[in-house]
């Protein structure tokens, strides 16, 4: 079993920046790709950024490319995201997942753990 503990989300205004965390416990060995995603209200959860393999290969949503990085601390079992230039679309409950496969893997239903959630806020 995987534990994921989201933190850094919160109140930002348009153009600023914020970094999410996520803190992996447990069978570490077994998020071989860890994703980003994102779940605004009424809406379906949709893939941010992913990361996988020991090379740390990354993948991103056009919607967010040029403005966030996803990166990993292996050593540390956590995994950023960095988000520039927020705008105001960008808010949501983002949430953190990993997955055995070391794939790129942007569709929620192939991640086996998932943490609670973080929300982000942008203001106009």
């Known amino acids: 079993q995987v534990q994921l503990v989201e933190t850094g989300g919160g109140l930002v205004q348009a153009g600023g920046s914020l970094r999410l965390s996520c803190a992996a416990s447990g069978r570490t060995f077994s998020t071989n790709t860890m994703g980003w995603f994102r779940q605004a209200p009424g809406k379906e959860r949709e893939f941010v950024a992913v990361?996988?393999?020991?090379?740390?290969?990354?993948y991103y949503a056009d919607s967010v490319k040029g403005r966030f990085t996803i990166s990993r601390d292996n050593a540390k079992n956590l995994v950023y995201l960095q988000m520039n230039s927020l705008k105001p679309e960008d808010t949501a409950v983002y949430y953190c997942?990993?997955?055995?496969?070391?794939?790129?893997?942007?569709?929620?239903?192939?991640?086996?753990?998932w943490g609670q959630g973080t929300q982000v806020t942008v203001s106009s």
């Open positions: 990361i996988w393999g020991s090379g740390g290969s990354t």
């Open positions: 997942a990993a997955a055995r496969a070391a794939i790129a893997l942007i569709i929620p239903r192939g991640y086996d753990y």
